[in-house]
């Protein structure tokens, strides 16, 4: 799997996604345009993520997100907030396993 890993002095979060090719998917990785560095040494606040629906929780309320596409997780700082996501194009058949954890916690497990 490739994709982010954010540190803070209490907790390791990961957002992944599968990154093995089966045919003309395209998927990946990418942050917002903040400079993330501004954010070292920040507070976390809270985390929210929102998926292609645009529907937006926070990382407590999360269950199970069955739409797929793009999966945003946006980390909030007391510096502002900045924005990861996951991807996934494909014509119906090459779906990507994506995670979100939290130390050894699985906050999010689906596929896009």
Known sequence: MDGYEVKTTK???FLLIDNDQSCC???GYFSSDDNLKDH???E???IEMTDTSLSTKTHEEVKYLDEGGVQFVTFKTSRGDFQLAVYNAHNGYYGHGILFTKDDKILLDNTL
């Open 11 to 13: 907790h390791t979060f």
């Open 25 to 27: 998917e395209s998927f």
């Open 40 to 42: 070292v040494g920040a």
């Open 44 to 46: 976390l606040k809270d």
